[in-house]
């Protein structure tokens, strides 16, 4: 069992930056791919990037790409998602997830394990 808890959300002016962390449990994090997805009020939870178990291959929504970077500390079985030039649109209770097959999917049903999420609010 792998229990996820994020942290780091919070209410920001556009433009801004925030930090998303997920501390994870368990001693085999190392070896899960981690992804990061979304859902805004009203629509489908959707896939912001996702991360390989070594970080050597990551995966964006097309939507977030270039401003949004995933990064994990295996160390610390912690997985990052570093949010800059924040838009409205980006508004969501954003959440953290396990894959343990390690394959770093952009697909919800690819994950076993999911956080409680952080909500993220961005203000025009």
């Known amino acids: 069992q792998v229990q996820l808890v994020e942290s780091g959300g919070g209410l920001v002016q556009a433009g801004a930056s925030l930090r998303l962390s997920c501390a994870a449990s368990?001693?085999?994090?190392?070896?899960?791919?981690m992804g990061w997805f979304r859902q805004a009020p009203g629509k489908e939870r959707e896939f912001v990037a996702a991360?390989?178990?070594?970080?050597?291959?990551?995966n964006y929504a097309d939507s977030v790409k270039g401003r949004f970077t995933i990064s994990r500390d295996n160390a610390k079985n912690t997985v990052y998602l570093q949010m800059n030039s924040l838009k409205p649109e980006d508004t969501a209770v954003y959440y953290c997830?396990?894959?343990?097959?390690?394959?770093?999917?952009?697909?919800?049903?690819?994950?076993?394990?999911w956080g409680q999420g952080t909500q993220v609010t961005v203000s025009s």
């Open positions: 997830a396990a894959d343990p097959y390690g394959r770093g999917s952009r697909f919800k049903v690819a994950y076993d394990y």
């Open positions: 368990g001693r085999t994090f190392s070896r899960y791919a």
């Open positions: 991360i390989r178990w070594n970080g050597g291959s990551t």
